[in-house]
């Protein structure tokens, strides 16, 4: 079926069109039609499958067909994002598909300043997509009214609804009307979540996708086995090999992410790093110069692992593991989106493999195993090995991971 067999009003039509969606993809086609119904929906769907059109595009279609009834401050519809990047990316994708409806679309987060945010919210908005820390925020000044609330979304519903943000997404729940719709969607879940969920909502529609495999059927991923020390002269060859490929690096803290840097500027390698350190205008900044291709090369916290849809990411590489198993399915799945291809490769060392072992828990299944000979192994140290100066820095941070692990393993 293509969308424009769907009884949607003409300019959402026009709007699909022009983002070149010709078909519903599986869970859009799946969710609409509930939701369109006003039924509440649990959905799960693996990443870069979808999942923000497939709640904005019958959002808008409902909204644009019923009356309006907004006051000061109020929303119609109350979209949660755990991040500012996604609160302003789920806000472009409503902001495209709303053209020449008149509805008003308002993002709100945090690191800049609220002044402006609140001035769009005067008159009331149709759709607000929000971060918790800003929402509350402004809430608590007066600057939002949760009466006028018919849809509530919450997007990576499992990390929203987790320890931390479930007090607050309870809060926020009392405070909207009863009888409003409310849509939930998630790339991964557990049985506690879930449960949490289903306290939240009304006979929930549950729609889930391929669920025995969190991760894409579009990424090719493995792991190779690369002690901790050796794992820069990997990276550098990874980036020599592939010279015209986006590649998005992942490591464990920001201060990793510094020296990584570091290190690829030493052999002559431009790139730039995102995490929690660097304040929201230069996050939005090094995004932006990410997706647009200026910069190839970004290395990242899980910070960005969640929901961030960047155009054309070829290869992730876990240069770390990461510590929560179910990261690494938010990790991976920045490449391989929409109809795209991605592959991504973890480096996992001794000390890891306790971490992989987990992660392959998780997905119930072993990752690929790419299989270095130990003259390959051999080859890409030595030639490395020329450009070697500074690398305490790595060595040192490594020997803290070791010892971390130690302490935790006496407990
Ligand atoms: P998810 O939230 O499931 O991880 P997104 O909503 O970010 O995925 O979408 C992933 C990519 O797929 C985006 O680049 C989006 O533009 C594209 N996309 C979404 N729906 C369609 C569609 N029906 N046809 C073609 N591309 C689509
Ligand atoms: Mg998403």
Redesign the pocket.
């Known amino acids: 079926m293509k969308f424009e067999q769907y009884n949607f009003i003409a300019p959402l039509k026009r709007n699909l069109q022009t983002?070149?969606?010709?078909?519903?993809?599986d869970i859009?086609f799946k969710a609409i039609p509930p939701t369109l119904k006003g039924e509440d929906v649990l959905a799960i769907?693996q990443?870069?499958?979808?999942?923000?059109?497939a709640y904005a595009i019958p959002t808008i279609q409902l909204l644009s067909t019923r009356s309006a009834q907004k006051e000061q401050y109020s929303t119609r519809c109350l979209v949660m994002v755990p991040t500012h990047e996604l609160a302003i990316q789920v806000a472009d994708v409503f902001k495209q598909l709303i053209a020449g409806i008149g509805l008003h679309v308002v993002g709100i987060y945090g690191g800049v300043e609220q002044d402006k945010q609140i001035a769009l919210l005067k008159n009331g908005a149709d759709v607000l997509v929000a971060t918790p820390g800003r929402m509350f925020d402004l809430a608590s000044q007066g600057y939002l009214n949760f009466k006028r609330v018919e849809i509530l979304i919450i997007d990576e519903a499992d990390h929203m609804l987790e320890l931390g943000f479930i007090n607050d997404m309870e809060q926020l729940i009392r405070r909207i009307p009863r009888d409003r719709q409310t849509l939930f969607f998630s790339?991964t879940i557990n049985e506690h979540i879930k449960d949490l969920a289903y306290g939240l909502v009304r006979h929930a529609v549950r729609i889930q996708i391929s669920p025995k495999d969190p991760v894409s059927k579009n990424i090719d991923h493995s792991v190779a086995f690369i002690e901790m020390d050796d794992k820069r002269f990997f990276l550098e060859r990874f980036i020599n090999e592939n010279p015209d490929s986006k590649i998005l690096v992942f490591v464990r803290t920001k201060v990793r992410a510094e020296r990584v840097l570091k290190a690829l500027e030493r052999v002559g390698i431009q790139s730039q790093t995102i995490h929690s350190g660097k304040d929201q205008k230069e996050r939005s900044t090094i995004m932006d110069s990410f997706k647009s291709g200026k910069n190839r090369i970004l290395i990242a916290t899980d910070v960005s692992a969640r929901?961030v849809?960047i155009?054309n990411v070829e290869f992730v590489i876990n240069y770390d593991l990461p510590e929560v198993a179910e990261n690494y399915v938010h990790r991976v799945?920045r490449t391989g989106?929409?109809?795209q291809r991605g592959k991504a490769l973890s480096f996992c060392s001794t000390e890891e493999k306790e971490i992989l072992t987990e992660i392959e828990t998780y997905l119930s299944k072993p990752i690929t195993v790419m299989t270095l000979s130990k003259g390959e192994y051999e080859i890409t140290v030595d030639i490395s090995e020329e450009s070697e100066h500074d690398w305490k820095s790595l060595l040192d941070d490594h020997q803290a991971f070791k010892d971390k692990k130690k302490k935790k393993s006496k407990k």
Do not use: M, S, V
């Open positions: 983002l070149g969606f010709r078909k519903p993809t859009q769907a990443t870069g499958t979808g999942k923000t059109a790339a929901g849809d155009p799945g989106r929409g109809n």
